[in-house]
């Protein structure tokens, strides 16, 4: 059996970030980090985040969203239901 044979690539495209709506629960911690309005809301509402997600979870930042923590007892869920609403205010982001 013979192999496939595959034209070359004409062209490489660079991916595009599409926008999103951020959010607790697909919006990775390492994304809202980056984004400064969005984590001074995480901040506000979940005091002494930024030490938790220092410290014990870095290696998982861009894998964890801050849905993820609460299965750990990092964080509560209420917190997270009070995020939401001003993360949604904030509009979508690239």
Known sequence: MDAPLYPPATRFEQPQRLPRVLSTKETSIADLQKN????????????GIGALVGSN??????NF????????????ADG???????LKALGEVK
């Open 80 to 86: 997270l239901q009070r995020i939401d609403p001003q």
């Open 36 to 47: 400064p309005a969005a984590w001074a809301i995480v901040v506000k509402e979940i005091p």
């Open 65 to 76: 969203s801050l849905q993820t923590l609460v299965q750990f007892g990092a964080s509560q």
């Open 57 to 62: 979870f870095k290696v998982h930042l861009g």
